[in-house]
């Protein structure tokens, strides 16, 4: 049998179809279901996020919409405007469906800037390292290696104490405590590209180092960033919410999810448990979530974990 009688697409003239690289990606990883499920869930609390504004019966931001008199109320009451609270209210008044999803807006900006920013300057200050080589590589590897001594927990304390309270200040500890994860992330996948054929090939053809570094080393080092980046920002949201929690990272009036968990934790044994309960659950959907998708992305963009 010949191969135009095997394959009718080539009796016919036509072509095969290729399937790309990120068709490959896409099939591999809703491959799982648990994956899927974690992207959908994620996906989903990221919209009621960005929706906040329009679907919610309250600003929890401004004072003159929270009455003291809805303290404490619990879930599926009735408020003194008129709506009902789903979720209850905290003792502040604030409703708790509707503090929830602004917090949650809150720790997904947090979460995502500090990452963006951290990967950018760990990324760079990696491929630096491991390009230059000697006595650079050396300094630079000191230093992140004297960052990760100290858990980043204590690191981003230590600067939040130092720099005060505030989103913009929360950012900063944060990008603070995360950049040597991915400065050192890059550094090692960028040394074993440094030695392959395609880079002594350009440095032949006198290309110029910056575009070596970053038109053709930096690529290939994408799939473990990635990885990285979904797990730095699930420790950053959780990082963000251990601070306001112990109240030095948001202020009372900027309710992020770890300021409403603390703001429950005095009632908890007076059987108000929703009070901390509802965002701690929100708390942990996020934070897993995210993290099945970047368990799920390290076996999918790593050819050794594949089946």
């Known amino acids: 049998m010949s191969d135009a009688t095997a394959h009718p697409a080539l009796s016919a003239g036509i072509p095969a179809k290729v399937e790309t690289p990120f068709q490959r990606f896409r099939a591999e990883f809703f ?25 919610t019966p309250q600003n929890p931001y401004d004072l ?12 599926g009451s009735e408020a003194f405007d008129g709506y009902t609270m789903w979720l209850g209210s905290d003792g502040s008044g604030r409703d708790l469906y509707s503090a929830i999803l602004y917090g949650l807006r809150i ?3 947090v979460g ?20 230059a080589g000697g006595r650079i590589e050396a300094i630079i590897m000191r230093i992140v290696d004297l960052q ?39 550094r090692a996948t960028a040394l074993v590209e440094r030695g392959k054929e395609y880079v002594e090939a350009a440095q032949c053809l006198g290309i110029s180092r910056f575009r070596i570094v970053f038109r053709h ?13 979904t797990v730095q920002t699930a420790s950053a949201i959780s990082l963000e919410a251990t601070l306001s929690f112990l109240g ?11 300021v ?13 448990y929703w009070i901390s309960v509802f965002p701690g659950l929100a708390l942990l959907l996020t934070v897993v979530s995210i993290n099945l998708v970047g368990d799920h992305l390290r076996d999918v963009l790593n050819p050794r974990l594949k089946k």
């Open 248 to 258: 030095v990272g948001l202020p009372q009036t900027e309710p992020s999810i770890g």
């Open 107 to 109: 720790s997904l900006t």
């Open 112 to 131: 995502l800037a500090s990452g963006v920013i951290a990967l950018l300057i760990g990324m760079a200050i990696g491929l630096v390292a491991a390009y």
């Open 148 to 186: 990760l001594s100290f858990p980043a927990s204590l690191v981003a304390l230590m600067m939040v104490a130092a720099l005060g309270k505030g989103v913009d200040k929360i950012i900063l500890a944060l990008v603070i405590a995360q950049w040597a994860y991915y400065a050192r992330t890059v």
């Open 31 to 55: 491959e799982s279901k648990i994956a899927t499920v974690a992207l959908a869930v994620f996906g989903s609390i990221v919209l009621l996020a960005v929706l906040a504004p329009w679907i």
């Open 64 to 75: 003159a919409q929270v009455s003291v008199m809805d303290g404490r109320l619990p879930p």
């Open 260 to 272: 409403l968990i603390a703001n429950g934790f005095e009632y908890m044994l007076s059987g108000r």
């Open 217 to 229: 080393i930096l690529p290939n080092c994408m799939a473990p960033l990635i990885v990285v980046g």
